[in-house]
């Protein structure tokens, strides 16, 4: 009708108000929508299988019992194998291992102790060139097993498990934690990227480049410890993560890698090392010098140092084993160089983590 007055229209800035029962709808929607969304990370996690190292003749990797932790002390210690594997120019198989570390959790302690093998480390001539890094992708005694036995029958270390990533993987790992934040103290370049000093954060392909430089940090020292200062960093950003954002970050994270752990080894252990206190984690090289064996150049282990450090750091529970149990052959110690290339994941950020957790 013509005399029908018209709705009156919303006046600017007042906001409706809901109604008591709104309220405690829209609360309980946005915790079930939380809760749901846990659940679906959750349920994710546990359907995700770990993948495991496959041979070429399709065979499953696994470590042998006879190199793993004494069984009186398998719960309180455990041993990880940790390997970074490159590929050779134009193969589709993975060939050397550039990185090496073996991890002790001690988890009466809470501590971890890291060793980190020189991939030049002299091994005898059991391998061509000599080196531990040759290892992986023999033809003949091959493979993460064998990177395990050898490891137990010259440094008699137990190995429990392995963990395994490529280059690329590592790359795409780094990418989907958004990058990790490193203060660079130089210039490099390599394979086309180049890096500035400076604290800046490295996406995936900067930092493959920081944890593999060489040559202006003074050969395969310097790059161990670029990468245990990445390490450091790494973990550092994990331990500032909630276990909701980590627990999303698994799935994806796990797809680039190798490993004989399962889902509730995973489950278990991360929340205990995300918790660890910084200072409790340790890095430690294998002691000793560049020399030849023939033609290679090749890291000489000093046996006895090396001895004191394994007995020290890494057989809490076990009888020490003296140097001349170590089926190692001492090619040169003319220097204690690095003989004491120690140092803890707070000392390398400058302490900024403390103990915080989640």
Do not use: C
């Amino acid at each position: 009708m013509a005399n029908q007055k018209k709705p009156a229209g919303k006046k600017p800035g007042k906001k409706k108000r809901l109604r008591t029962g709104d309220k405690i709808l829209l609360t309980l929607s946005v915790i079930l929508i939380g809760v749901s969304l846990g659940i679906i990370g959750y349920v994710s996690l546990l359907n995700w299988a770990p993948l495991p190292e496959i041979d070429d003749e399709g065979n499953v990797a696994s470590i042998s019992d006879d190199y793993k932790t004494e069984e009186e002390n398998q719960k309180k210690v455990v041993n990880f194998l940790v390997t970074g594997i490159d590929y050779a120019e134009g193969t589709g198989r993975a060939k050397l291992t550039d990185v090496i570390m073996v991890v002790s959790y001690n988890l009466e302690s809470q501590s971890i102790n890291v060793l980190q093998i020189p991939r030049d480390t002299y091994i005898g001539s059991e391998y061509p060139t000599g080196k531990i890094n040759a290892v992986y992708g023999n033809a003949n005694a091959g493979g993460i097993e064998n990177v395990a036995r050898v490891i137990y029958d010259r440094f008699r270390l137990p190995i429990d498990h392995y963990v395994t990533i490529t280059m690329d993987g590592f790359v795409n790992a780094v990418d989907a934690i958004g990058g990790v934040e490193i203060n660079v103290q130089e210039s490099f370049t390599l394979e086309g990227v180049t890096i500035n000093p400076g604290l800046q954060t490295l996406n995936g392909t900067q930092a493959e480049k920081f944890v593999r430089e060489r040559h202006s940090r003074g050969g395969d020292i310097g790059r161990i410890n670029a990468q245990r200062e990445f390490l450091a960093a790494l973990l550092n950003k994990f331990k500032n993560l909630s276990m909701g954002q980590i627990t999303s970050l698994v799935p994806t994270l796990m797809k680039e890698v190798t490993t004989d752990l399962t889902v509730n080894d995973v489950l278990t252990l991360a929340p205990q090392v995300l918790k660890l206190d910084t200072s409790q984690i340790s890095f430690h090289m294998v002691p000793g010098e560049g020399a030849y064996a023939g033609s290679y150049s090749v890291w000489s282990v000093h046996k006895q140092v090396l001895a004191d450090l394994l007995n020290e750091y890494f057989r809490p529970f076990s009888d020490p084993v003296p140097a001349e149990e170590l089926n190692i052959t001492e090619i040169a110690n003319t220097t204690d160089y690095y003989d004491d290339n120690d140092t803890t994941v707070d000392e390398i950020i400058g302490g900024s983590s403390g103990t915080s957790g989640n």
